[in-house]
Each structure stands twice: as structure tokens, then as C-alpha cells.
């Protein structure tokens, strides 16, 4: 391995992805740096530019032209942080939102032509020599801490915290390496299939479950109102690894936490905190008064990732339910309650 095999590489990917024409190759007129800033401003809704800056390693001055274009454009708009007032909040506009949604429905389409080229059986290869190099060149690791998740309806998976692809043999992948989405098609079936799954494999919960699961996402598919409930994918490496929804609760003025689940090899990413935290900061901005939900007392990791977002446990009781003898609990979380 040589310094020229290597940048003979970065020659060929770049021109695989159109790096140097990138605005063209997707029919918008966004560079590629400008398009990442779109798409990390779209997962992270609350973003203070000098976050956004360290995350992508950008010139402060090259930052802050690219965030003046967006503005001038009415995609971005920004103001004092909440937490910082030293600092500058960037959030994206209605606008703002839809281009970046054009943006990543138009790579996918891209890269969805690109693997179409590639054979089935060779596909498998392909990407773990993705997954070779990110490993033997990545540069950080994750943060040692387990995502073991689970609420009472259906979610969750054990408290152990893998440390990811590539462990062992070099480093893993990286927290700011996840992104929160929407949910893209397919992601719901993803949802049932996956916490029956990990539940019957690490908990020993039966059909019950599943179809308990399913109920619950096919009534979110059909009813939820979008601008009181939301659901979040994270994806790693283009792929689904975590989950929850924010639903309507019967009582007036709650929101009901839902379907939080981390897959076993991306736990230790925090990938559970940044959900319920995004959870969290929807529930407030949609004029909630509080967040309940309702988990099993076995799910430990699951409840120390709730107590780090101020949740309180109100009510426990023992049920048989899933093939297994479980206790069940309510948290609340309200939403107008001073820090302390």
C-alpha cells in the first residue's frame, strides 16, 4: 500500500459519485459540501452552527457563506441557542425541509442505479469492503455505553453494549456516524420485524408480541396526525438500526413514547439517548404537557436512558404477558417541569 494507491482510489470514488459535479448529477444547485450541510440540518433539527462546523470539519468562513446563501435562499433560518447564547441555532425552514428531502430522495435514486449494476452475489462483498475500510481507517470509537431500549408496548432489545462492526480488528464506527430520519418505505415493516425478532431472541416473548407490535404500527400508518406524532429511523452505514415513535396518548395533553430499539451491533452509540432526546424536543415543540410510557422492569438500560431525560417512574405492577412473567411500569416525563 502505497500514498498513490491511495489517492488513485479517492480519484476513482469521486468521480463514482460525482464529488466534483455533484449539483449536476443530482439536477440541483447544490455542491456536495452544501448538500451534506442540507442533510445533517435536516437530521439534527436543532444544530448550533459551530456543532455543524466540528461535525464536518468545515472552514468556519466557508461555514458561514454556505449558511448566508441558504438564508438569503429562505432555507435556513437562525437565531440565539437555547442553551448557549453565545452561540447561533440553525434550523431549517419548510422550504428549507423540502429541499433537503428532493436532495436525499435523488441520492438514493443515484446510488439505488449504481448497486443495480452491481450483481446480487457480489453485493455481499461490496460491502464489507465498505465496512473494511471505514474500519481500518475510521478514527474514533464509540462510547463504551450499552442502548439497550424497550417500552412497555413493544420495544427494546437486551442492555448489552456491542461495540459495532469492526470491533476488534480496528476502530468502529463513530456516533456522529448515525443519522435520525423519517421513516422511508418499508422502515415500519422494519419496526415489526425487528422487535419481534430481538425481543424473542434476548426475552423469549412470543407471537404475542409481534402481533402487538404490528397493531401499533399499522395504526400509526393509517391514523397519525403529522404534526403531533413523528417517527424517527436511525440509520448507520444506509441502514436502519434504531427506532421510536411519539404518538398521541388518551389522556389530554400527553404524548405516548413508543417502539424505542437499538440493533445489538450499534449499541454504544447513544443511539437511544439521541432518540428519546429527539422525542423529547418534538413532544415540547408540538405543545405537549408531558411524555408516558410504559416498559418492563428486565429492560435496565432502557430505563437509565429514560432517567437521563428527567423521566420519573410513577407506577409498577406484575403481569404474564408474552409468554413471560414481567413487571410492568409507567414513566412520565413533564415537559414544564423546572431542571433541577
Known amino acids: ?183 422511508a418505505p418499508g422502515d415500519l415493516g422494519w419496526i415489526v420485524q425487528r422487535n419481534a425478532a430481538l425481543y424473542a431472541a434476548e426475552y423469549g416473548f412470543d407471537a404475542d408480541y409481534e402481533a402487538l407490535v404490528a397493531r401499533i404500527v399499522a395504526d400509526y400508518a393509517e391514523h397519525h396526525d403529522p404534526h403531533r406524532e413523528r417517527t424517527w429511523i436511525a440509520e448507520l452505514d444506509g441502514r436502519p438500526v434504531g427506532c421510536v415513535m411519539c404518538v398521541r396518548d388518551d389522556t389530554p395533553g400527553a404524548a405516548r413514547l413508543r417502539l424505542l430499539l437499538v440493533e445489538p451491533d450499534a449499541r454504544g452509540l447513544r443511539i437511544g439517548d439521541r432518540l428519546v432526546g429527539a422525542l423529547v424536543d418534538f413532544a415540547r415543540e408540538a405543545g405537549y404537557r408531558e411524555v408516558v410510557l410504559w416498559t418492563n422492569d428486565i429492560l435496565g438500560a432502557a430505563r437509565r436512558i429514560y432517567q437521563r431525560h428527567g423521566f420519573v417512574l410513577v407506577a409498577e405492577k406484575p403481569h404474564h404477558s408474552f409468554g413471560q412473567d414481567l413487571t410492568g411500569q409507567d414513566w412520565r416525563l413533564d415537559l414544564y417541569a423546572t431542571p433541577e
Open 1 to 183: 500500500m502505497t500514498v498513490q494507491d491511495i489517492r488513485s482510489f479517492n480519484r476513482f470514488y469521486t468521480n463514482v459519485i460525482g464529488a466534483l459535479d455533484y449539483g449536476r448529477r443530482l439536477y440541483a444547485p447544490y455542491t456536495l459540501t452544501e448538500s451534506r450541510v442540507l442533510y445533517e440540518l435536516a437530521h439534527a433539527p436543532r444544530t448550533d452552527a459551530a456543532d455543524l462546523r466540528a461535525q464536518l470539519h468545515l472552514d468556519a468562513g466557508y461555514l458561514s457563506r454556505i449558511l448566508n446563501r441558504f438564508e438569503e435562499d429562505g432555507l435556513v433560518e437562525r437565531g440565539p441557542s437555547d442553551t448557549d447564547p453565545r452561540r447561533r441555532r440553525v434550523t431549517l425552514t419548510a422550504p428549507g425541509r423540502e429541499a433537503a428531502a428532493l436532495l436525499d430522495e435523488r441520492a438514493r435514486e443515484t446510488v439505488g442505479a449504481m448497486l443495480a449494476t452491481v450483481r446480487t452475489e457480489d453485493r455481499p462483498r461490496l460491502a464489507q469492503a465498505m465496512r473494511t475500510v471505514r474500519t481500518i481507517l475510521g478514527d474514533g470509537d464509540g462510547d463504551g455505553d450499552g442502548d439497550g431500549d424497550g417500552d412497555a408496548d413493544a420495544s427494546g432489545e437486551g442492555e448489552g453494549g456491542g461495540e459495532g462492526e469492526g470491533a476488534g480488528e480496528g476502530r468502529g464506527p463513530r456516533p456522529e456516524d448515525v443519522v435520525l430520519r423519517d421513516p
